[in-house]
């Protein structure tokens, strides 16, 4: 009975390069948010998503940053061109729908995906 | 303001002690309230709800107080594996059927033997 899933564990990447964080949520949840950790810091909301759908994208910088959740594959949050202020942990946690034996608040996150920014 | 402070310690206590967290949150429209805990890094889990009746499970008791915006966490006969990040969390209005979390930095607790 798998968790969230994901992957890197853990990323370096150079100033300006791409990363791509993925995302597979339990088993018979659908939706998914994407959490970032700065170190020091609480974790901060980025984006809710549901299949081929963004629900809720306020927590998610303006620019070089996107996230989809496809009908098929996992949830993918992309940074583009990245920067040393990008180096931060990434959660990604899942849900089921609401109504579906779900707890309010209560979130299954993955271990994270550790991101370095060289 | 923080939406959610909490003090981040460390807090060392000797195995057996009790030991209590506090958290205030600054939106008085705040919905639903609940303490997580994260291991050194790893992933954050839920702990417990809290509710203004208070909510006791084992060794743990939450309390909200609403008029005052703070929140408690009561750990009781320490373990060294409680030894962890207890994070206070708040959903803002209009979000409790949504996962959108506001988390605290967290209040660290090293158990000691």
């Known amino acids: 009975n798998a968790g969230v899933m994901q992957n890197p564990r853990h990323l370096v990447r150079r100033r300006g390069q791409e990363a791509r964080l993925r995302c597979s949520p339990m088993k018979g949840h659908s939706h998914v948010y994407w959490y970032r950790q700065l170190p020091e810091e609480g974790l901060k909301f980025m984006v809710y998503?549901?299949?081929?759908?963004?629900?809720?994208e306020s927590g998610m910088p303006k620019e070089r940053f996107s996230a989809e959740f496809p009908k098929e594959g996992p949830s993918i949050l992309r940074i583009q061109q990245v920067v040393r202020g990008d180096s931060a942990a990434y959660f990604c946690?899942?849900?089921?729908?609401?109504?579906?034996?779900?707890?309010?608040?209560?979130?299954?996150f993955g271990e994270g995906s550790r991101l370095t920014v060289l | 303001r923080k939406e959610v402070e909490q003090d981040p310690g460390p807090f060392n206590v000797p195995e057996g002690a009790t030991v209590a967290f506090n958290c205030t949150y600054s939106n008085s429209a705040s919905q639903s309230f609940f303490w997580y805990r994260q291991d050194c890094r790893k992933e954050p889990k839920l702990l417990m709800s809290?509710?203004?009746s208070g909510n006791e499970d084992g060794r743990f008791t939450a309390q909200l107080n609403r008029a005052s915006q703070y929140i408690s966490l009561l750990i009781r006969d320490s373990k060294l594996s409680d030894s962890a990040t207890y994070l206070c969390?708040?959903?803002?209005?209009?979000?409790?059927?949504?996962?959108?979390?506001?988390f605290g930095q967290g209040t660290t607790l090293q158990v000691k033997p």
């Open positions: 809290v509710y203004s």
């Open positions: 946690a899942s849900s089921p729908p609401p109504g579906r034996g779900r707890v309010t608040g209560e979130l299954f």
């Open positions: 969390v708040v959903t803002p209005s209009g979000s409790s059927n949504t996962g959108k979390l506001i």
């Open positions: 998503l549901q299949k081929e759908n963004i629900i809720d």
